[in-house]
Each structure stands twice: as C-alpha cells, then as structure tokens.
C-alpha cells in the first residue's frame, strides 16, 4: 500500500456539498486541511467508522511570546458509512500535517486488500498523513461531518 495517499490535495467542490461540510468552510473560514489538529479517537464498527480530530484557526496574529494566536477551536467528527477499506499505521498519539478529501478516480488494485473486496471508484478516500503518530486512509460511499466548536484552549 502507499504510503503517499494523504499527499493527494482535498478536492474542495467535494469537501463543501458534503454533509456538514460547509459548516466546517464557514466556522474556519476556508477549507481546513487540519494542519497540527490532533486526533481525538476513532471507532469502527458494524461497516462504519468515524474520527474525531482536535482542530483550531492559526491567525496571522502574535501574542506577546511571539506565538501565533489560535482561534476558532473545535471537534470535527468525520462520520464514514459503507466502509470499503481502511489502513492505519503508527502508534496512536497522532498530530496531523494534512488531512485529504477526495473521490477515487479509479480503483484501486486488489491485491492491496487481499481480506475484503476493498475500496472502489467514485468510493471517498478520507487520508490523513502525520507529523507524528499514526497515518490512516479510510475508503467510504457516503461522508458526512459534525462541527463541534469547543472552547478555546487554556495558554
């Protein structure tokens, strides 16, 4: 398996029509790729999964340690139904560099996923590579997610 799927770009005229995606765009102000979020958890079960990742703004402002100020702190709560395929590797303590949003253009080799049918075109890969931790790519028919703005975190 790959280990460059997350690098693929989100594909915005996705992220936004999906459910709850836009709430993400507007609470963000733009389409995040959920630099240095953490991930909060993830469950799979029954053929469905969701992750939860720890996501803020990073303003162009600097507070008086010369740090960039934080804003606009929430959970983002992935919800995946019909899961096709899924690949996790690392520990799970995982910061994130970038999280991906995309439409499988074709599918992908089955030998990759000897134990199931595995993922399929037009199926949506949710990646995310990290700067530690864990990296995963979950392959899904249907996305939707949940804002949960969440107070802002203590200095």
């Known amino acids: 398996m790959a280990d460059d799927r997350a690098w693929y770009p989100t594909d915005k005229a996705l992220f936004a029509p999906l459910p709850g995606g836009q709430a993400v765009i507007d609470w963000f102000g733009f389409c995040p790729s959920f630099h240095d979020a953490t991930l909060d958890g993830i469950t799979i079960a ?39 395929g899924l690949s996790l590797t690392g520990d799970a303590v995982s910061i994130i ?37 864990l990296t995963e790519s979950f392959y899904a028919s249907e996305v939707k997610f949940e804002l949960r703005p969440t107070e802002e975190e203590p200095a």
């Open 97 to 133: 560099s970038e999280l991906t949003v995309r439409r499988l253009p074709a599918t992908p080799d089955r030998s990759e996923w000897p134990t199931c049918e595995g993922p399929a075109a037009d199926d949506i890969e949710i990646a995310f590579g990290t700067s530690i931790g």
């Open 46 to 84: 029954d053929g469905s999964a969701s992750i939860v990742l720890k996501a803020f703004r990073m303003t162009d402002e600097i507070d008086e340690n010369g740090y960039f100020i934080l804003d606009r702190h929430a959970q983002v709560v992935i919800h995946m139904r019909r899961v096709t």
